[in-house]
């Protein structure tokens, strides 16, 4: 049986965009931004007061990918 690898439709590695570091697509947002505040105890709501343009889907795909890739 085959084995599917986690997809995050919001997650994108550019050249020249945040250092190619995952981010949120259309956005200089790395997921490392979003891990950072995550781990200094800031709620999803919190970080879509500092960036209202996000969506929470594109959050919570951030978070999803930094746990996914945490090793």
């Known amino acids: 049986m085959?084995?599917?690898?986690?997809?995050?439709?919001?997650?994108?590695?550019?050249?020249?965009l945040c250092g190619g570091r995952p981010a949120i697509r259309g956005t200089r947002i790395s997921v490392e931004d979003i891990a950072f505040r995550h781990r200094r105890g800031e709620s999803v709501d919190q970080m879509l007061e500092v960036?209202?343009?996000?969506?929470?889907?594109?959050?919570?795909?951030?978070?999803?990918?930094?746990?996914d890739h945490k090793a």
């Open 51 to 67: 960036w209202p343009h996000l969506t929470p889907a594109q959050v919570y795909d951030a978070l999803a990918y930094y746990y």
């Open 2 to 16: 085959a084995t599917l690898e986690p997809t995050h439709s919001y997650i994108v590695r550019t050249p020249g």
